[in-house]
C-alpha cells in the first residue's frame, strides 16, 4: 500500500530553517511528483509547490519563490522541502502528498510535520 | 492569483443531502477535485476530476462540475462525515489553490 512517512516536529527560531523529509513506499517513486501542502493553526490548505521524482523539475508557489527548495534522493524514495529564513507565520502542519493526477493534484498524503516558529 | 470560493460552513441532519460548492473561473477548462479532513488528521481525497470517486471512498459521495462551479454531495450524510472539504483545482499560471474550505456540520 502506499505510505508517506515524514519527519518529527520541529522547533525553530525566527530567521532559522528547516528541512522536512517525506519517505514514500508502495509504488515506483519516480512514477509521481511530490506536492507539499501546509497548514497554519486553524486555517485552510496552502499549496507550496511540486517537485518530479522522475526529473526534478519542480513547481513553486509564487510567495514562496526563494525561500522554498524541494528535493528528491531517488536512491532512497525520500522527497525533501527545505524553507530558509523562517517567520512566525510558518508555523504550520507540513504535508507532503503524491501528486497522483495532472495539476499537482494529490492522492495519498503523509502523516503532517507540525514546524513551530517561535523565538 | 486565481481564487477558489467556497461557503464556510455548511449544516445538515443526519440522513439529508449537503452540498458544497466551489466557484471559480477556471473550472469549465480544469478539473475540480475534493478533500476531506477531520479534526486533527491529513486530508484524505474523496472525489477526483471532477466526478470520480477512490477506492473505498462510500457511493454517498459524488461530485459534478458546470460552467464555474463544481459541488461535491454527500447524499444521506452520516455523523461520520463531519469534516472540513477543501476543493482544488488550477489555472494557466501554474500556482493552484485550494478552496477556503467548508465546515460540514451533521446534527
Known amino acids: 500500500q502506499v505510505q508517506l512517512v515524514q519527519s518529527g516536529a520541529e522547533v525553530k527560531k525566527p530567521g532559522a530553517s528547516v528541512k522536512v523529509s517525506c519517505k514514500a513506499s508502495?509504488?515506483?517513486?519516480?512514477?509521481?511528483?511530490i506536492s507539499w501542502v501546509r497548514q497554519a493553526p486553524g486555517q485552510g490548505l496552502e499549496w507550496m509547490g511540486w517537485?518530479?521524482?522522475?526529473?526534478?523539475?519542480?513547481n513553486y508557489a509564487q510567495k514562496l519563490q526563494g525561500r522554498v527548495t524541494m528535493t528528491t534522493d531517488t536512491s532512497t524514495s525520500t522527497a525533501y522541502m527545505e524553507l530558509r529564513s523562517l517567520r512566525s507565520d510558518d508555523t504550520a502542519v507540513y504535508y507532503c502528498?503524491?501528486?497522483?493526477?495532472?495539476?499537482?493534484?494529490?492522492?495519498?498524503w503523509g502523516q503532517g510535520t507540525l514546524v513551530t516558529v517561535s523565538s | 492569483s486565481y481564487e477558489l470560493t467556497q461557503p464556510p460552513s455548511v449544516s445538515v441532519s443526519p440522513g439529508q443531502t449537503a452540498r458544497i460548492t466551489c466557484s471559480g473561473d477556471?473550472?469549465?477548462?480544469?478539473?475540480a477535485y475534493w478533500y476531506q479532513q477531520k479534526s486533527g488528521q491529513a486530508p484524505v481525497l474523496v472525489i477526483y476530476?471532477?466526478?470520480k470517486r477512490p477506492s473505498g471512498i462510500p457511493e454517498r459521495f459524488s461530485g459534478s462540475s458546470s460552467g464555474t462551479m463544481a459541488t461535491l454531495t454527500i447524499s444521506g450524510a452520516q455523523v461520520e462525515d463531519e469534516a472540513d472539504y477543501y476543493c482544488?483545482?488550477?489555472?494557466?499560471?501554474?500556482?493552484?489553490?485550494f478552496g477556503g474550505g467548508t465546515k460540514l456540520t451533521v446534527l
Open positions: 482544488y483545482s488550477t489555472d494557466s499560471s501554474g500556482n493552484p489553490p
Open positions: 508502495g509504488y515506483t517513486f519516480t512514477s509521481y511528483g
Open positions: 477556471a473550472l469549465p477548462k480544469k478539473y
Open positions: 502528498a503524491r501528486a497522483g493526477y495532472g495539476d499537482y493534484a494529490c492522492d495519498y
Open positions: 476530476e471532477d466526478s
Open positions: 517537485i518530479s521524482a522522475y526529473n526534478g523539475n519542480t
